[in-house]
């Protein structure tokens, strides 16, 4: 009985130090107010608009390319997204750096909450902004884009769960992103060539057998393109912690 009392009163003040906001604070008070942001790019995988830019240009099948109109609207969107909110980006990385540095220092709950609340509206705005942007560039995708990558979003994407990317990991993705342009640049634009020129002769009357004779041309190129963009997706989800991946938030197929 006397074991079950001592079990019981040392349970109690374990409870009770999880809960004290006087007690040091922790990184897990940051990366809550971090999950606690209201991201509209998450529901797409969490990314920022950089890198969401840069999926929508690698991961769409060849048939549903960006046209180069497209990618020029969209890296305009995103050039105005990051002129407009570098003010609050900047200083909401200040109040995260003060935050670490509080937790650092072994500040307290409430002084290190105290921070972060200075980013709340900040966080809202930001939040307000991707929302945006996210819309802008939707109005610039077909309804056939928009279809497909609709059919390929994360199933149970939880965003609340997605931990945001540090600056390494997005450094990582973007150079990975990079290289599969490099890599695949002559496939690339040989299927663009040959699906312009199939579209062409659709439009100059030619039957739709010789249509699909110029298409199928570009079979052993968007074969190889495909096994890239598999290639591609298993290198992102090597960078993502599991705690990113267990969210199922994962962009664009």
Not at 59 to 71: F, G, H, Y
Request: proline letters at 4%; hydrophobic letters at 50%; aromatic letters at 4%.
């Amino acid at each position: 009985m006397r074991r079950i009392a001592l079990i019981a009163v040392a349970s109690l003040a374990f409870a009770a130090c999880s809960t004290d906001t006087t007690s040091p604070a922790d990184q897990s008070l940051v990366d809550e107010f971090l999950l606690g942001s209201s991201v509209a790019l998450t529901s797409a995988g969490g990314y920022d608009a950089g890198i969401y830019q840069d999926r929508l240009f690698n991961a769409l099948p060849d048939d549903l390319r960006l046209t180069p109109e497209q990618q020029a609207q969209i890296k305009a969107l995103v050039e105005a997204f990051q002129t407009a909110t570098k003010a609050d980006r900047e200083a909401l990385n200040a109040i995260l750096r003060d935050a670490k540095a509080a937790i650092a220092a072994h500040k307290s709950r409430d002084e290190v909450k105290a921070i972060l609340d200075r980013g709340n509206a900040i966080r809202a705005r930001l939040g307000a902004a991707e929302a945006a942007l996210h819309a802008a560039i939707g109005a610039v995708l077909t309804a056939e884009q928009k279809a497909w990558i609709e059919a390929h979003k994360p199933a149970r994407c939880d965003p609340s769960k997605f931990a945001p990317l540090s600056d390494a990991q997005k450094a990582q993705i973007r150079a990975l992103e990079q290289a599969f342009q490099t890599a695949n640049k002559a496939d690339l634009d040989a299927v663009k060539a040959i699906l312009d020129q199939a579209r062409a002769a659709a439009q100059a009357g030619k039957s739709k057998a010789e249509v699909e004779a110029i298409v199928a041309t570009a079979k052993p190129a968007m074969d190889r393109l495909n096994a890239a963009r598999a290639a591609l997706k298993a290198q992102i989800g090597a960078v993502l912690t599991p705690e990113q991946k267990a969210s199922n938030c994962f962009p664009l197929g």
